[in-house]
């Protein structure tokens, strides 16, 4: 199985040489094979969005590379990187455009990675294809194309800003944390469709989260961030017979044997 994401000392340090100096990523190495689905977890300020936004090409490392399908992305920046990496944020509002209809989001999304020039911004093949995609969701939202994005709810939004970064298949997809703000029940929802998303198309995926149950159930890989390192990178049936208990054991020794609880581990 080809490397589709390659992360090489990875080194991100934020106000270097000021009192509020912070090393966020230290030294990250990470392979990432086509079609892996790994779930990212750790406590907070662990490294694991910075780790995102660093593979997305939002700033510049201090040192390391990364490398996406093949080419050496370091020097990319995220407009461009763009083109190959799709990405759904923790705030439901900041994948859409709000004044834009369905139809005029999902065209956008539709261009990723190609040349605009001046022609209809929606067509009636394009239209088609919308509703095709939009009943996926079972939102009923192909049959709303033209209404406003910011009359929906915020679960009917984070639906849609899934839809638009898979529209046309990234090679990476990145969730940082895509349903934290979302109700239960309505989380639930996102996490059914991402899940039907993902390993329909069997998108090479990284997923933030810090509901640990999720993080065991779904994908076939999982790391764990503490202090701007992977302390932790579990795969295949090692992953399928995790616990809850069996992350809190092994993230207390890494501790140095220090007592550990979930809300230690993830708050």
């Known amino acids: 199985m080809s490397t589709m994401l ?3 000392g990875a080194t991100k340090i934020f106000n270097k040489g000021g009192v509020n100096e912070v090393t966020a990523l230290s030294g990250v190495d990470l392979a990432v094979r086509e079609g892996d689905f790994i779930t990212v977890i750790g406590s907070n300020g662990a490294g694991k969005s910075t780790f995102l936004n660093a593979v997305a090409g939002c700033f510049r490392l201090n040192s390391g590379t990364v490398e996406l399908d093949g080419e050496n992305v370091t020097g990319w920046p995220e407009y461009r990187r763009a083109a190959k990496v799709g990405r759904v944020f923790q705030d439901p509002l900041m ?3 709000a004044g834009a209809t369905i139809e005029q989001n999902l065209a956008i999304a539709l261009k990723r990675g190609q040349r605009r020039g001046l022609s209809f911004g929606v067509k009636r093949k394009d239209r088609d294809y919308f509703r095709e995609r939009l009943a996926t969701l079972h939102l009923g939202l192909e049959n709303r ?4 994005t910011g009359l929906l709810s915020g679960g009917q939004r984070q639906a849609l800003t899934m839809l638009m970064a898979t529209l046309v298949r990234p090679r990476l997809l990145l ?3 895509h349903t934290a703000a979302l109700d239960p029940k309505t989380a639930g929802m996102i996490l059914d469709r991402t899940e039907e998303l993902v390993t329909g198309q069997r998108l090479t995926t990284l997923m933030v989260t810090h509901n640990m149950q999720q993080a065991i159930s779904l994908g076939n890989r999982l ?4 202090r701007g390192e992977i302390v932790l990178d579990i795969d295949g049936d090692e992953k399928r017979g995790l616990e809850v208990d069996d992350l809190l054991q092994r993230f207390a020794k890494l501790r140095g044997g220090d007592g550990v609880t979930d809300r230690m581990l993830l708050g």
Do not use: Q
């Not at 194309?145 to 406003?148: D, E, I, R, V």
């Not at 790391?223 to 503490?226: A, E, Q, S, T, V």
């Open 175 to 177: 969730l940082d944390e």
């Open 6 to 8: 390659n992360v090489t």
């Open 145 to 148: 194309l033209g209404t406003a």
């Open 95 to 97: 994948g859409t455009c």
């Open 223 to 226: 790391i764990m961030f503490h």
